[in-house]
């Protein structure tokens, strides 16, 4: 929550969060935003890895990867999404308004 009051206050629309991959898929199917930010991992079956590619495949939504892990495992497996980048946590505010914009 607290970074969607960030985002919000450099004037981006947020829905969400949402709690898993799953709900992730119907969310970006129903808004359509103009970019995603994924956490790798999600309660439920579906990890953010697989409903990014998802995302990205079937609705040609860039995913932006926001999260704290970032061992090399799982970087080599989130950049065969065809991401549009990979933010660790902790992160600096204007990084991640950065990367949107550059995305957008």
């Known amino acids: 929550m607290d ?3 960030i985002l ?3 004037g981006f629309v ?3 969060p949402v ?3 799953e709900t992730s898929l119907k969310a970006a199917s129903f808004f359509r935003p103009d970019a995603v930010l994924m956490d790798v991992r999600l309660k439920g ?3 953010g890895i697989d409903a990014a590619r998802l995302i ?7 995913v932006i990867y926001l999260t704290a892990y970032g061992d090399e495992a799982t970087i080599k497996e989130a950049t065969k999404t065809s991401s ?3 933010i660790r946590k902790p992160f600096e505010e204007t ?3 950065n990367k949107i914009r550059a995305v957008l």
Do not use: W
């Open 84 to 86: 549009s980048g990979y």
């Open 45 to 47: 079956k579906m990890s």
């Open 8 to 10: 919000e206050s450099f």
């Open 3 to 5: 970074l969607k009051v």
């Open 95 to 97: 990084e991640v308004e």
């Open 14 to 16: 947020v829905y969400g």
């Open 19 to 21: 709690p898993s991959g």
């Open 56 to 62: 990205h495949h079937h609705l040609d939504i860039p």
